[in-house]
Nanobody
């Protein structure tokens, strides 16, 4: 059907940078919103940043000025550029997309499998 595959996580020192990527594949017709969420141990999953098909963006206050979300519609891919990383950014990061599928009416929400980001010295 449809898969969201993330890449780019890893271990980085405080102040460092990482770039996450997420690509939707399969029977994707069109993608509406895409976004990144994260979940730290013992905490609820939270929105990090989102982007609409028209490339309007929003971001959590905790990452504004440090993280940038962007998308390449031709590649069905969303990116999260993370700069000035802090230990409190450590979490599993999940990609999210609301999209339509070939042959199926309506909109569907999909999640990636998650990628670990660890910020530590």
């Amino acid at each position: 059907q449809v898969q969201l595959v993330e890449s780019g996580g890893g271990l980085v020192q405080p102040g460092g940078s990482l770039r996450l990527s997420c690509t939707a594949s399969g029977r994707v017709f069109t993608i509406n919103t895409m976004g990144w969420y994260r979940q730290a141990p013992g905490k609820e999953r939270e929105l990090v940043a989102g982007i609409t098909a028209g490339t309007n963006t929003n971001a959590a206050d905790s990452v504004k000025g440090r993280f940038t979300i962007s998308r390449d519609n031709a590649k069905n891919t969303v990116y999260l550029q993370m700069n000035s990383l802090k230990p409190e950014d450590t979490a599993v990061y999940y990609c999210n997309a609301v999209l339509s599928r070939y042959g199926s009416p309506g909109w569907y929400e999909y999640w990636g499998q998650g990628t670990q980001v660890t910020v530590s010295s």
